[in-house]
Each structure stands twice: as C-alpha cells, then as structure tokens.
C-alpha cells in the first residue's frame, strides 16, 4: 500500500469541478438506446416490457469517473458526500423543494482528493455534522472540519489531518451517541477495530480492538451508540463495550475489551465461509449476524439503561422480564441459500409495539422477512426480488416499508404487512436483463409498491453499491451510489413511502 501522503493545500483541493451538461445527460441514459422501462428478450429483440410501479430519477450527479463505493447525508442540511474508484470524494447538494420527474444536472459543491486509492467509506459525524470523515483501500483516514464562517446552502470543509494506520478501510460507521459526540467506528481488511474522536485540530484514538483475526467485512452501532457491533471473513462476532457503559452497569466484567465474543471455534456459532452483514435491533438487546449460506445468527447482547446513553430515563416495569446473559445464542435462522449481504431490523411500531420485524437480502437476489413477535419465524420470503442479483443494502422507511437496493441497478418498495404470506409470496425469477409484467405482478403480491429504475443494471458495472434515505413532511428522497459513476436522486410523495428530505 502507499505511504501516506502530506495534507494538500486545502485551496488547491476542495475546488468544485463544473460538468458538461450534454455529458451528463448521455451517461444518465446508460450505452443502449432502450428506455430505460424496457428490456430485451434472449435473441436480442428489443421488446418494450412495461413496469407500472417503476419511476425515473429527478436529478443526477456525475462528476465521478469511476464506481461510487460510498454514500453519506448530513444529519442536519440535504447535503451528500460520494466517496469513488477514481480516489476522490464530493460534496453536493439536492434539489430545493418538489422538481418534476427528469434529469436535473446536480454540481459539485466540493471536491476532496489526497486518497490513492478507491475512496471506499465515508460519513458525517453526530449530531451536528461537523466532521466529514474519508477512508480507502490506501489505509488512509482523512478528516475535515465544516467551516463555521460557511452557510448552510453552501457548507464547506476544510482538511485537519490525515492519519494510515491500516493497509485499508472496510467501512465507516458515526456513533449516534449523544455523550459522545464526533466519535466513529472503522474496520480494516488486518482484522483490526479502530474507534476515534474528532477535534478542530486532530483525530483522537480511543479505542483500538485486535481479537478479529480476518478483514473485517461489516458493523454496527447500537441505537444508543454505546455498543459496537463487528464481525469477519473467519467467522467471528465481537461486541465491544466501547466506553465501559456495560461494565459499568455489572452486564460484563471491568476488565474485557468485549461485553461478546464469539467465534467459528464454538461449533454452534460457526458459518462455514464466514459473516459479511450484522445489524442490532433497536430494542438494543438482540445482535444478528448474517454469513455465507445463508444462514443467520440471533445473540443477546447486555441491555443498558438509558440513563448511560444521555436519554431520558424509562420507568420500571412491575413484572420482571427474564433477560438472557450477553453472549447466548438465540436463534440460528435460514435466508436461503446464498451469503446474507444486508441485515436491517425495523424500528419500533408507533402503536404496536410487539411488532416487529427482522429483513434480510441475499446474493442470489431475494429477501426474507422474519417476524420477531412470532419467534423470528419466516414471514415471507421473494424470490427474485432483485432478478438474480445481490441484495446489496436494505433500509426501514418508518415501520410499514423496507426499501432495497440490488446489483441490478433497481431501488425497491416493499408493504411489509401487505402482500401474500410466505406460502403464496415466492416471485418468479426474471428473465435475464429485466423485469417483465408478468413478474412485476408476481412481486406485487409480495409487497411491492414502488420500483425506481435509472442505474444500467446487469450486476457488476451497473448495480447499486449504497444508498441513504432524507426524511421530511411531504416526500421521501433516496439518493444512490452506483457501480456506473452515477448517483441517482429519486423522489415519492407522501403516501408510497412514509418519509421525506431533512
């Protein structure tokens, strides 16, 4: 890997670049002259195949010449930051009020280089956004400070230091803690677990984890940012008790860098391939873990009371419920039979609280959802949900949607408790390319309410890599990463999906 680099000039390298707008509009439309509703059939004919739940972009930006693997929004402002292949990162910011369906040319507010290598994670810091965080398969880590003199329809930032502590970055997760504020999580391809705070003139360590033995592949904060969540290519499962809250409490001992620690030794815990996805429910008490076959993991995780999370207190119940001890493993489930990419639990129902529900997407294209009030039984699980593609990222819109992004280039909508149950709930798998009628139809009575097309699709090349959602009164907004250099701006009004822009 490349040593580190010195700082550049931050004059010389947060300037934006201006785009071409015929440019734009040839990329956005992809190599074909298809619309982008219609598809070929096997002997190449061009068949228009109509699909009446898909919607086009609104906007687009492309001033990235190669994949976008990463994808952040602020916390507070409709800004979003891209991190590329081509070793760079943006800034821009999204469209004012409602814009009609179209192809809206978005420019870039800045342009963040010194990485020389794919920029593969990135995110803004809680609660504020203060600090835009870079990070890629060079090791590096890059830190930037919003300029307090900068406005809100114009923020800019301003690099503070850069720091190679790993040969590279898998991910880049903020932590959500109130207490501790500008504080996040990465993990490194050597296994290791860094976790830092950030400051006007420097990054801070705070802790450094060393038990995983393989890269790390993926993690997760819980909802109170006080536990970490990791796991690895080899199997294991760490929960780190990143600011002693637990141990604290008496939930762990004082001294384990761990409040859990499994791993592929104990044959009840091992995934023969390894884990790629986890997620911690946001009743925080439950981990999932997703690996190679399929299969998924449910193990308890110590419960902290609120008060160590800055939140306000909850009265106690007058009947005890039993908790289980941290560590044990509740329930080994089946996604199918392909790598579990995503993991997403759905927040808490506003009425119904019992309601709940765990989603998981697969590398040959289909999800499960699983009923946590039912004993984690099946629900309903769609075949072909995303053609024969990996279900690459899954995200709860309130407690009624899931929304999915896959390798075939295509965002979905799904009525979680809408759609035919399990039995009847089985899509037909695409022919190779697109979605038919026939098959939107079947995905239907699975749950499907809205299909956003724009991507070119065809898996590697022109999937879906990441995407965020804005929430706001009137409309929902999704904005993606794509394989094809694109992000794609998609806009629903209230009543498809229950969200909006910040």
Known sequence: ??????????????????????????????????????????????????????????????????????????????????????????????????????????EPLQKFTGHTDSVTALGFTYPSGSYLLTAGLDGQLRSYHLDPSSTTTAPQYTLITSTTEVPEINFLLPSPSPAHPDTFALGASDGSVWVYSCTPSSLDIQQAYYLHTAPVTAGAWSADGLLLATVCEEGSLYVWDVFSEAAAQGLVSSGG?????????????????????????????????????????????????????????????????????????????????????TLAFSPPHPNLP??????????????????????????????????????????????????????????????????????????????????????????EKSGLVRTYRGHRGDGEGGGILAFVLLKGERVTRAVTAGDDGLALVFEEAEGVVDAGET
């Open 257 to 341: 860098q761990a409040a859990v620690a499994l791993t592929a030794a104990d044959a009840r815990f091992a995934v023969d391939g390894g884990l790629y996805s986890v997620a911690i429910a946001p009743t925080q008490d439950i981990v999932a873990v997703g690996g190679a076959g399929g299969v998924i993991k449910l193990v308890s995780i110590p419960r902290l009371s609120s008060a160590a999370s800055g939140g306000p207190s909850k009265p106690k119940s007058k009947s005890k419920q039993k908790t289980p001890p941290a560590g044990q493993i509740l329930h080994t489930l089946s996604g199918g039979l392909s790598s579990i990419e």
């Open 1 to 106: 890997m490349a040593s580190l680099n010195p700082p550049a000039d931050p004059e010389e390298e947060d300037v934006p670049e201006a785009l071409d707008a015929d440019e734009a509009a040839e990329e956005i439309t992809g190599d074909s002259d298809v619309d982008m509703d219609s598809d070929a059939d096997e002997d190449g004919n061009d068949d228009l195949i109509s699909d009446p739940l898909a919607k086009q972009p609104i906007a687009h930006f492309d001033s990235h010449n190669d994949s976008i693997y990463s994808i952040a929004q602020h916390p507070t402002i409709p800004l979003i930051a891209t991190g590329s292949g081509d070793h760079t990162a943006y800034t821009f910011l999204l469209p004012k009020g409602s814009t009609p369906q179209g192809s809206e040319l978005l």
């Open 354 to 443: 019992a309601r709940r529900l765990l989603a998981s997407g697969s590398a040959d294209g289909s999800l499960c959802l699983f009923d946590a009030s039912q004993n984690f039984s099946l629900r309903r699980r769609v075949t072909g949900a995303h053609e024969e593609e990996a279900v690459v990222q899954l995200k709860f819109e309130g407690s009624e949607k899931l929304v999915s992004a896959g390798m075939d280039g295509v965002l979905r909508v799904w009525d979680l408790w809408g759609g035919t149950p399990t039995a009847a709930s089985t899509a037909a798998t695409a022919t190779a390319g697109g979605v038919g009628t026939a098959v939107v139809g079947e995905l």
